[in-house]
Each structure stands twice: as C-alpha cells, then as structure tokens.
C-alpha cells in the first residue's frame, strides 16, 4: 500500500471516529441540553378544577407531575387508572400515611379548621401536535364530575401546563416540578409504564419506614 492511500485511509478513519463521536455525545448529552434551556421555554398554565363554590385548599399534599407529549391516546387510561386508585380505600389510607409523613417531617399543620390537603394533578403538555391539550381537558371533566370523593378530605385540583414548543421530557418535568405546589412531587409517565397504585405505595411506605426510623434513632441517642 503506498503512504498516499495509507493516509487517506487514515485520514477517513479519523473523520469517522470523530463523527460517531460527536453524534454519541449529542445523543447522550440532547436531554440535558434541553433542560438546561428550559428556563427559557415560554408557558401557560390553565386551572382545570373547579370548587363548585367551596373554598379552595390552600395545602397541597402531593403534586403528581405528568409530561406529556402527543399522548392523546393513553393518557386518558392513565389518568383514569391513577384516579380510580386515589378514590379507592387503599388510594385513601396512602394518601392518610403521607399525610402522617408530612406531619412528622413538619411540612404540614392540619388542623380542623384547615382539613383539607389536596391531590395536585400537574399535566404538563411537552408542545404537543396532537389533541393532548382537549383530551385531557375532556378526561379531568369527565373524572371530577364522577368523583366519589364526599368528604373532600383530600380534593383534587388540576393544572394543564401547555408548554410552547417540544422542550423534550427533561425541560416538561423540571417546568412541572417547579411549578407543583406539593409538599411531595412525583413524576408519572403519562402513557402508563409504571403500574400507579403499587407504585405510589411502595414510595410511600418506603418514605415512611424511613422517616420512623429516623425519629427512633434520634429519640434514642
């Protein structure tokens, strides 16, 4: 092989491994990016719920943040699965051990002139181009009109956060997270990977062994 072949191959592996390298670090790399430019990314923010004349809760127990984008067909299952779950006895006595947590940890004062502490629904819309915007406005209609919530112990409030332009998932979690109100703020695909109820339960029973085992040690020493 003579040294001007020889160095042109060289040369065009050289051009390849930089190539792959450059695309292998925006690849891994374009999430962050994107968050790191969410500040940037314009916003609005739409109150779905409303109080049918009652005073809204001024406390906000769990915020449960949903980036969504272009998810118009799952995230009506989604939402109706985590709703059910809420409503049901064992959504309830979650939401009972989280509020103890919150208690201990000082976060709340629940007295009985304030015993509301509500359930955040933060649905973040990630500049979606397909009816994600009208299916969730329809879905939370449809699900707070059908609540079975009659003592309002813990209310449901939803918030549509409609994000301008695509920000990628990164940008939609970290613009819901800051703008949730909760106490406590978790992050919920919106197209259902993660079974909510069994989920919800292990993070807050995991938070609570915790949080016990914590005072016990101060107690103790």
Avoid at 149 to 178: C, E, F, I, S
Avoid at 207 to 215: G, M, N, R
Wanted: with cysteine; charged share 20%.
């Amino acid at each position: 092989m003579s040294s001007e072949v020889f160095g042109d191959l060289q040369f065009m592996l050289a051009l390849g491994a930089t190539a792959i390298l450059t695309l292998g670090a925006s690849y891994v790399f374009y999430p962050a990016f994107q968050a790191a430019f969410q500040d940037r990314l314009e916003y609005d923010t739409v109150q779905l719920s409303q109080q049918n004349g009652d005073e809204a809760p001024t406390n906000i127990l769990l915020s449960l943040v949903i980036p969504a984008y272009n998810e118009e067909e799952r995230i009506p299952i989604m939402l109706q699965a985590a709703h059910e779950y809420l409503e049901s006895k064992d959504g309830r006595k979650t939401l009972q051990t989280l509020q103890q947590c919150s208690t201990l940890l000082g976060y709340e004062e629940t007295t009985a002139k304030s015993p509301k502490l509500a359930v955040e629904w933060m649905i973040v819309n990630d500049g979606s181009k397909d009816g994600t915007d009208p299916t969730v406005r329809k879905e939370q209609d449809r699900l707070q009109k059908a609540s079975s919530n009659d003592d309002k112990r813990y209310p449901h409030v939803w918030r549509l956060l409609n994000l301008k332009q695509n920000g990628g998932k990164g940008a939609a979690v970290k613009a819901g997270m800051t703008a949730a109100k909760g106490s406590f703020r978790l992050m919920v695909d919106a197209d259902g990977a993660t079974d909510f109820g069994p989920g919800l339960e292990r993070v807050v029973t995991s938070l609570s062994k915790s949080i016990q085992s914590s005072s016990s040690s101060s107690s103790s020493s």
